[in-house]
């Protein structure tokens, strides 16, 4: 062997060996050529394999070991079955002679390792039974069963359905590849819904199922023998499950320096943020109450108080959240004056009478913005910006005090405006009108007006102070010249009249209002004469003059949309009339009801009027100031003016007394998003000769209308028709106004 002539070399060394005896040269090891690299996986097939696949298979690999033969151990086996171990090796001994081990000093204990140690294994919970929701056709939520398990469920369903990316898909082929990108934005998205309300640790689960063939098949046509299930199965689905966990709860609340003003302040302010220790954790709440706070701060006196963004610290540990909002209150203050950067054109004065404050008064947000909105009211500005500016500082309990800068720009105040149309009531009108706003500084306006048309023929000119001394308070005189034919009354006459009035506005919506005034009047006019009546009836001259006033409570929701509430009118007006050398003493009074009552969303409405003339024949009044009812805020389905007594050729008197009422329902439609409402209503009226109602005649309307709800008020088309007319009424009568009828 050649290993035993490599180890006898070293020992024959230094003699000579006869030359029979010397040992034969060792053989000479040579490599094989390396294997060629095949080029291809075909190339590492022998030709063998390709004859007889079977018989190469079962002749096994060259160099590979023995196969085990059964019932003949391995050498291991042999050892395990008690078989002699083979002899030790002496040469081992002298190589590990000097080894020797040193005691190893034992590993230091880790503080970490025993305390993970310490850990106790969880507990895993049983899962909740789930309960699907279909969302759309390829998209289903599995949610707790139970309703103590997820109590927000059904918002939470609403708010992932608004918020959806799978939901906006439509079905159909070019959708499905959409689907499992989409699937992961919803998974995304439930995630943070269950965060918003307070479920920090809960899991989504994704599964996809179903979709459509890929390759060649998926673009063939279904086969014809494909049911209905096979057909649904291969659509695109998706499912979640939601498992929310435990609610998270709000831990500790830290609002900063509120804590630390005075009382009662700190309790007010904290109680309006409203958001204590041990409620749920919903992200929603946090935003709402963040608003809450900052709108109390400013209704409480704090115009410079700071409010830092909300921090919120999740403890899985405590399933709890500590919630952080700095807030920097800055000194309590209360209102200065009101300075004005334009003082000839609106000055300080003027605006510290428009403001619903007193210099003293605690300042308020709301009453800065409530000045911002009247200032823009006046129609004088195009633009207006009002800063608080600290004028004395606050020291200790005293509060300090603010002024209010006022920035406005102008805007244009002299008005071009002009109409033109046609009524069933009025027939056709031009109607023009030039307007200087502010000729009379402040608010001070003047008016010219001019009306032609078929019934009316007016010029006035007119002065007007809106916020007369006062917030709302409006200060008017009008010089006028008319020519007015109604269906009872043609009249021809100058007058001036003067009001001073207390006005509710869309703007500020008063509990009470009142108007005074007077009137001169000289007027040349007589009734009409009815189509029947063979003679013109005579024209009268009469010269009036007088006083008026009237005052409304008004415990309504709205001005010109009421659904709720009540509103009541009196109207008094004593007057003297001269008229062919025979003078006249009498009152007018009038008093008008109204209710408003919401059975869901409907609005039942009804309303009583009663009026009287007191004091003087109906003769001796002159036609214009009589009685009359009919028409769109009277009785529906006659013409202004058109119901009241007639003498026996059929022309109009007039009455000294009358009485009407009348009731509708106010119901919502789905159309143009809930914004038409139909109307339909039954009025009723009567009017008296006598100053004392005798319901001799009662006339009655009814019809159906429509309401356009706008952001300035309903627009208003109501039909009607006269249900026991007369031969002087229309058929059918259309009203078209800004309001309800009432």
Known sequence: MPAAAQS???????????????????????????APVPDSLDDLIPESALANPEGWAAGGVEGAPPPEVPGQPLADDALAAGAAPPPPDPSLDAVFADFALEDIAP????????????????????????????????????LPAAPEAFPEKEDFVDRFRDLSTLRELDDGEEAAPQVAARARADEELLGDILRTYGYYSGEVVRQLSGGRREGVAAAQAPDASETDAEAAAREPSVRFDIIPGPRYAFGRIDLGALPLLREPDATKLTDAFGIRTGDPLYADRIVEQELELRVALGETGYPFAEVGEPELLIDHARTEGDLKIDVQPKGKYVFGGVVSNDPRFLSSRHLGRIARFDPGDVYQQSLETDLRRAILATGLVSSVTLTPRETKPPVGDQPGEVAIDVALERAPVRTIAGAIGYGSEDGFKLEGRWEHRNLFPPEGALRLRGIIGTREALASVGVRRNNFRG??????????ASDINTLAVDSRGFGLRT????????LFQKPLSFQVGGELLYTDERNRRARSAPVVQPRRAYLIGGLFGSVTLDGSDDLLDPTKGYRATLFLAPEVSRSQGTQSFYLRAQGDASYYKSFG???????????????????????????????????????????????????PTGGASLVEAAIEARIP???????????????????????????????????????????????RVDVAAPLNPTTFDSPVVVYVSLGQAF
Do not use: H, M
Request: charged share 20%; no cysteine.
């Open 499 to 506: 009001a001073f009035e207390k006005v509710s506005n869309l």
């Open 8 to 34: 006898e070399g070293p020992a024959q060394a230094g003699r000579e060996a006869p030359e029979e005896e010397s040992a034969p040269p060792a053989p000479v090891a040579v490599e094989p050529p390396p």
């Open 669 to 715: 439609t789905p159309l143009f998003g809930g914004a038409v409402e139909v109307v339909p209503f039954v009025d009723a009226g009567s009017v008296s000769r006598g100053s004392t109602p005798d319901f001799g005649t009662i006339r009655y309307g009814a019809g159906v209308g429509l309401r356009y709800k706008t952001s300035f008020g309903p627009i």
């Open 107 to 142: 590993l230091p204990s880790d503080p970490e390792a025993e305390a993970l140690a310490a850990i106790e294994a969880p507990v895993l919970g049983t899962l909740p039974e789930l309960a699907e929701t279909r969302v759309s056709s390829t998209l289903v939520l599995a």
């Open 471 to 480: 917030r709302d308070q409006v200060l008017t005189a009008d010089l006028y």
């Open 601 to 651: 969303g409907v609005t039942l409405a009804g309303r009583v009027r009663a009026a009287t003339i007191q004091g003087a024949e109906i003769e001796d009044v002159a036609p214009s100031r009589r009685l009359y009812a009919g028409g769109g805020a009277s009785v529906r389905g006659y013409g202004f003016q058109g119901v009241g007594p007639r003498d026996a050729v059929g022309n």
